[in-house]
């Protein structure tokens, strides 16, 4: 008997959640039979998505830094190189001295957390010297264009950005050589004649530790890659500088004894900047240049590269229903005929946010991992933006931005997408930056094959 009502019940949950749904049958909709429990279904809302530019921003200070030189099929050509100051020595001389022999001097960089492109691509990159002075303190955006010196401090062949990896080098502690092994790092080789050269031991020691004077004669470094020498589809690596580990490390010995010494000039990621350029192809750039225009698919990429404009113009429609958002989810996939078959990585994740009626960033409720001022209702890190290979889609929770828009609690509708960072994983970021590197190709609202939408599940207040 207990087996009769058992069925019974199961038959009358299933007949409660056929009914509650608008279209039971779910013709043309990617989405969970379990998730009809949530009630009617509102899936036919227009969603407005357009492709536009992302700001130019100060990157000082930031987490890490893009290098490198990608030629997306789709997309365009992007390139990123990375400049910065080499701080004096806080103690002791800065000169080498006239009669050292240097045994090697290097420019370490520690790798970040993030590398888009073609893994086995080889990577010539190269060190020059800055035309002008870096100037200390100054926050340089991140579309700034650079002046060298042609001439090649040094350069060295990278046939894969080994970014995970540790490292043995041979260093020096306690007037000891020592092997260790430190944190993955791009080690770049310099020209010894050409470092002493610069750090001149003829030069009288007092006015070289002026600091004026120290500036204006190292000026500074730039780090880039050789893009004449790049083949095929190329990458991009970010470089997370540590001050107390990044820099230029010389390695020399004097007359006087046959042990090794080292002089280590240091980088602050206060005095270090990205510059990113961008060429679009002519799909982008028609977007860009036609912003009321409705396009089958949008772009999103990194660093400072493009976002994705999404605006609701039917939902207001909606207010006077007095609905109850149960769950509304935003369901993006990729446009896997746009994307082509010769390059067809997207990002690992993006991210979503809004703009307050200043025009100033911040996220959705949802989304809000603000520390002390978030969102109650926010879904922390399962608000989504995750990269789903296997239906190659992306799917971000909106419940509570689509109710309090329905409740006119937030007046604009107009919200953005981007690619977020590994090194932003504890966080649902909001905040323009250049910690990512990667891009995604998205179906539109109008995309036949890869449709972009926003399901609703709701029910009535009264």
């Not at 280590?264 to 912003?291: G, K, R, W």
Request: aromatic fraction near 10%; proline fraction near 5%; include cysteine.
């Amino acid at each position: 008997m207990k087996y009769y009502f058992r069925d019974l019940l199961t038959m009358l949950i299933g007949l409660f959640i056929l009914s509650g749904c608008d279209n039971p049958s779910k013709v043309g909709l990617d989405v969970d039979p379990g998730d009809q429990i949530y009630g009617s279904l509102i899936d036919t809302l227009q969603i407005r998505a357009i492709t536009i530019k992302e700001d130019s921003i100060s990157t000082r200070n930031a987490a890490q830094l893009p290098l490198g030189y990608l030629k997306d099929p789709v997309i365009g050509e992007s390139s990123a190189d990375i400049q910065f100051a080499l701080q004096n020595l806080t103690t002791g001389d800065s000169r080498i001295p006239t009669n050292a022999n240097i045994d090697s001097a290097i420019m370490v960089v520690s790798y970040g957390q993030d590398f888009f492109g073609d893994s086995l691509a080889s990577t010539t990159v190269e060190v020059k010297q800055l035309s002008t002075p870096y100037e200390i303190g100054k926050d340089y955006p991140s579309n700034a264009t650079w002046s060298v010196d042609p001439e090649l401090f040094g350069s060295k062949t990278v046939s894969r950005f080994a970014y995970r990896d540790s490292v043995k080098i041979n260093t020096i502690i306690d007037s000891k050589d020592t092997t260790l092994r430190v944190a993955p790092q791009l080690r770049l080789p310099l020209d010894a004649n050409k470092i002493k050269l610069l750090f001149d031991g003829n030069i009288d020691s007092t006015k070289f530790a002026d600091h004026d004077f120290y500036h204006k004669r190292v000026k500074g470094f730039q780090i880039s890659v050789n893009k004449a020498a790049q083949a095929g589809v190329g990458n991009l690596i970010h470089l997370a500088i540590n001050t107390e580990q990044n820099g230029l490390f010389v390695y020399y010995k004097t007359p006087d004894t046959t042990a090794q010494k080292i002089k280590f000039y240091p980088i602050s990621t206060t005095n270090a900047s990205a510059a990113v350029a961008h060429t679009y192809s002519a799909e982008v750039q028609a977007q860009l240049d036609n912003p009321t225009g409705d396009f089958e698919t949008v772009y999103t990429q990194s660093p400072a590269g493009l976002r994705v404009k999404l605006s609701l113009p039917t939902l207001s429609y909606l207010k006077s229903s007095e609905l109850i958002i149960n769950k509304a989810e935003l369901v993006i996939y990729t446009d896997e005929e746009a994307t082509g078959t010769s390059f067809t990585k997207q990002a690992p994740r993006l991210t979503l946010y809004r703009e307050d009626i200043a025009g100033k960033r911040t996220p959705v409720p949802d989304g809000d991992t603000r520390a002390n001022i978030s969102d109650p209702r926010s879904f922390g890190l399962s608000f989504g933006g995750k990269y789903d290979k296997e239906k190659k889609r992306y799917v971000f929770a909106l419940t509570s931005y689509i109710q309090d828009l329905l409740l006119s609690k937030i007046d604009n509708s107009t919200f953005y997408i981007a690619p977020a960072s590994n090194a932003e994983a504890t966080i649902v970021p909001y905040l323009p930056s250049v910690n990512a590197g990667s891009r995604a190709i998205l179906g539109s609202n109008s995309n036949t094959n890869y449709k972009m939408k926003l399901n609703v599940y709701y029910s009535q207040s009264k």
